[in-house]
């Protein structure tokens, strides 16, 4: 009883925390079905006629469809290219570790903003014209050092020794990483896929300065902003907010329920 | 002579300007049982790991089968390793594991999961082969990782302290087994452990490692009996170390000014040292070589009279710190039978064999 | 097989770092040397002339709207930093302490989720909560404690609102895993050597969770200072922060030299709170 005395301020607090965080969002997606004009009260519904109209809006669904392709793609690529440089970096000694590895967190340290302005001037200096392929390079600039650093920071001293062993049995490079150490990786490469694929899917101010015609969702949901309230934009963001959720919450259960089995 | 199925030839191992191996040479014979033993940062496990290729040697040359596989890779060594955390690949069943060096090796899926039962059962977990890896005890790992090693049939099998993380039954119990399974296989084993009893209950032959030299190498029974070295000498077992001058030579013996007194030394007892007339030594003596009672006969070393210090009784027998009183305070442990009660306090007659001694130059 | 074949065959894998490190340096060292170039570059009639003048920095140092924006920043990225880490720690507190361990990940999941998702969307629904019709005003008018509907949006604390909302989350994120690392034991011996349960706090757990915190500041103020979204979003169009004003140099202005000098003054700013504070960064905690 005392205990449950005790506890109480502390879950107090706790829902009052969650209030906090999940109070816009279900705003959000209440009025995503509001059966008016304006998502504001009074709350008239539920009605889907703003997701109807949403899919009927050919630019919005067309940068879905972008959003998704560079979502996947950069993904890939960033998982890819991190993972090799997390393998490479952990099994053999390289003069320049500590560099290598400072030069890969480094786009950590720089706000997205910067990297996308340094990209957009550097496209214009070249005569590049914008592109939803820049788009792409631009977050696997951002995504590749937390693909990086989450692959990395599974290679204790105990994957050490299993590539060794994998070696010492007689697996060539190939073997030893498509049939050992990638099945081993295979939580920490779906995690970072998924977390690089959310960041891509959310990411705005890179879209925004990058692309020129084929923009993301983010940006034109952006766009739609600009003309005011409406339920219409409650009904994309609910759409871009669940999906993300659901690739966070991909990753998250894996991170965090899988507990690394040693052998 | 058999030839020697393993030749390290004067290998150098640097890392920085850290020396971890300095100019080690060893030869193996087929069926030998090798321990390296040493303490923790001595150099073994890095000898171990360029036996196996895991770590290119800076200079020297490692030969198997009169081979030279200084440059060659794991993959490419007739060697396997039991690591010393087993290294087991978790996201396959242990059929799998023990399997992955066939399968490399191009052997059908049949033949290899034969083999790999084989091997199993070599280790008595023949009933194992379809369990994850996650649902075994530590001992049953260590015995997939052997069964796995032993598999592809390697020419020498390396063990990295395989048995460092078990309890000490499962321990005493897999030292057995290993040695079983050794000459059952009439394999080379190639073993490290900083734990010098584990390496004298399973070695043919022990190469006693320190500060990336070999300071000793030999059968068990000679290095622990006759030590080539103080750090020898020290480091297997419990010792009394004394320290001494040489103040003469002859064809009959050598004499010893030493802590504990002039005694003289059978010659042969330093054959293997190169002692010379006012150098100075160390004279060891294994605890249950002192013993009790006066020693006035011709081969006996007496040691006087001691004071007992500190009695420890540990089952099979009693430990005993004494002080003798010659030139300066020397302590000395004894190893007495359990028969033997002595007190704190008492004053005892020592002596010790004139044979039992070894003459110690480095 | 030789022994010089099979050992060249070996060691491809050393250049497996290889792709992603020219990739760094194509797409993120390159485009930022380029910016300090043009930093220092000039807009003569529209287009870019490449010179070396300093010009564009005199500009910023000396134009006092520019100016402000950074002050501006500052002040609202320190306000954030503080009041997240002010609101973060009870709860992670709560989350490892008060929390029995089998509900502790997932409410730890259930608190952080959002920071991850939907960034743009985010900052807009927060406008349906305190906009002029939002459900603050709504709900505090039908209650009749206010009368007039109160302006919360489009002003310096909405954004600072929308900013402590999103890094309260990722602050608890940090912290938690920082404090469920204080292995329990050494606050059972700071209370069984007598400690009070506020002196076990202040001697003990305090201490050893300031890693947690410095890194959830740290990653919190650098992307806060350099957001875009929420202050546009919003804050609306006064009192602008210096993402705010690059953007106005790049859409409005095609000013690439004076966007380039802003961002460059913030990298530097961001690179001073970094070395500042990475002594007590161990990333790898988290």
């Known amino acids: 009883m005392l205990n449950r005395i005790r506890r109480f301020p502390s879950i107090f607090y706790l829902l009052l925390a969650l209030l906090f965080i999940y109070l816009p969002v279900f705003v959000l997606v209440m009025f995503s079905f509001q059966d008016g004009l304006l998502p504001v009260f009074p709350f008239n519904g539920p009605s889907l006629q703003w997701y109807e109209k949403m899919l009927a809006n050919e630019r919005l669904v067309e940068s879905l469809y972008n959003s998704v392709l560079v979502a996947v793609l950069s993904s890939l690529v960033t998982t890819i290219a991190g993972f090799l440089a997390a393998y490479g970096l952990a099994r053999h000694r390289h003069r320049f570790a500590t560099g290598i590895q400072f030069l890969l967190m480094a786009p950590l340290m720089v706000s997205y903003l910067i990297i996308g302005i340094g990209l957009l001037i550097t496209l214009n200096i070249f005569g590049i014209s914008k592109s939803l392929l820049a788009v792409g390079l631009g977050h696997v600039v951002i995504n590749l050092p937390l693909c990086f650093a989450i692959v990395y920071s599974q290679f204790g001293d105990h994957l050490k020794n299993i590539d060794c062993a994998a070696r010492d049995l007689g697996a060539s490079d190939l073997s030893t990483i498509t049939l050992v150490i990638a099945p081993i990786m295979k939580p920490a490469l779906l995690a970072s896929f998924c977390l690089s694929a959310t960041l891509s899917w959310d990411e705005f101010i890179i879209a925004f300065l990058l692309s020129r015609f084929d923009v993301t969702l983010p940006v034109i949901i952006f766009e739609m902003l600009r003309a005011g309230l409406t339920p219409e934009v409650n009904a994309a963001g609910t759409m871009v907010f669940a999906i993300s959720m659901a690739l966070v919450a991909v990753s998250a259960v894996v991170m965090l329920f899988n507990t690394r089995k040693t052998g | ?362 | 097989m030789t022994a010089s074949v099979m050992r060249a065959k070996r060691e491809w894998t050393k250049w497996a770092v290889q792709p992603a490190v020219v990739f760094t340096l194509v797409f993120f060292c390159l485009p930022l040397l380029i910016m300090v170039a043009v930093s220092f570059w000039q807009r003569v009639y529209g287009k870019l002339q490449a010179t070396w003048s300093t010009a564009n920095y005199a500009q910023f140092f000396g134009t006092d709207y520019l100016l402000d924006s950074l002050q501006n920043s500052l002040e609202v990225t320190l306000i954030t930093t503080v009041a997240s880490v002010l609101l973060a720690y009870p709860l992670a507190c709560i989350l490892a302490y008060r929390i029995p361990p089998k509900w502790q990940k997932i409410l730890l999941i259930l608190v952080v989720l959002p920071f991850w998702t939907a960034y743009v969307v985010r900052s807009y629904s927060w406008l349906l909560v305190i906009s002029e019709k939002g459900i603050i005003n709504v709900v505090l008018l039908s209650l009749g404690i206010i009368e007039e509907p109160l302006e919360l949006a489009y002003r310096r604390g909405a954004t600072i609102l929308g900013f402590v909302h999103f890094f309260t989350m990722l602050m608890t994120l940090t912290i938690y895993a920082n404090l469920v690392q204080i292995k329990s034991s050494y606050r059972k011996a700071a209370a069984d050597l007598g400690a009070n349960r506020f002196q076990v706090f202040i001697h003990v757990t305090l201490p050893l969770s300031i890693p947690g915190v410095a890194v959830g500041a740290f990653i919190t103020f650098v992307i806060a200072i350099g957001d875009y979204i929420t202050p546009q979003i919003l804050g609306g169009g006064t009192d602008l922060l210096v993402p705010q004003a690059i953007m106005l140099q790049v859409s409005r202005a095609a000013n690439f030299p004076m966007a380039a000098v802003m961002s460059l003054t913030l990298t530097v700013v961001v690179i001073v709170v970094y070395l500042m504070v990475h002594k007590h960064l161990k990333m790898d905690r988290i």
């Open chain 2, 1 to 362: 002579m058999k030839d020697p199925i393993l030749e390290l030839d004067n290998i150098t191992r640097k890392f920085g300007r850290f020396t971890a191996v300095d100019k080690v040479s060893l030869n193996m014979d087929p069926g030998e049982f090798l321990v390296l033993l040493g303490p923790s940062g001595s150099g073994k496990t890095t000898i171990l790991s360029m036996i196996g290729g895991f770590t290119m040697p800076t200079t020297g040359v490692i030969r198997i089968h009169g081979e030279d596989m200084t440059a060659v890779p794991p993959a490419g060594r007739p060697t396997a390793t039991v690591f010393q955390d087993y290294a087991l690949f978790p996201h396959m069943r242990v059929i799998e594991n023990v399997a992955f060096g066939l399968k490399m090796r191009k052997f059908g899926k049949r033949e290899r999961h034969g083999k790999a039962r084989e091997s199993l059962e070599l280790v008595g977990l023949g009933d194992f082969s379809d369990r994850r890896v996650d649902q075994l005890s530590g001992g049953q790992r260590q015995r997939v990782a052997l069964a796995r090693a032993i598999a592809v049939e390697p020419a020498v099998l390396l063990l990295d302290e395989p048995l460092g993380a078990l309890d000490l039954k499962i321990r005493q119990q897999m030292q057995q087994e290993l040695v079983r399974l050794q000459k059952r296989l009439g394999a080379t084993f190639v073993h490290v452990t900083h734990d010098q009893e584990e390496a004298m209950s399973i070695a043919d032959n022990i190469a006693l490692v320190n500060s990336g030299k070999i300071e000793d190498y030999g059968p068990p029974e000679r290095v622990y009996l006759r030590p080539a070295t103080l750090f020898a000498a020290r480091f297997m077992g419990e010792n009394n170390t004394f320290e001494g001058l040489v103040t003469a030579m002859d064809d009959s013996g050598i004499s010893v000014h030493s802590e504990i007194g002039e005694c003289t030394l059978p010659r042969c007892v330093s054959t293997h040292s190169t002692a010379r007339t006012g150098e100075k030594v160390h004279l060891s003596l294994r605890p249950e070589q002192v013993r009790l009672g006066d020693g006035n006969q011709r081969n006996l070393m007496d040691l006087g009279q001691a004071r007992v210090e500190e009695v420890i009784f540990q089952g099979t027998h009693r430990l005993c710190r004494v002080v003798c009183r010659g030139e300066k305070e020397v302590r000395i442990l004894l190893r007495l039978h359990p028969d033997e009660k002595v007190q704190v306090g008492d004053t005892i007659p020592i002596h010790a064999k004139r044979d039992d001694a070894v003459l110690l130059v480095r």
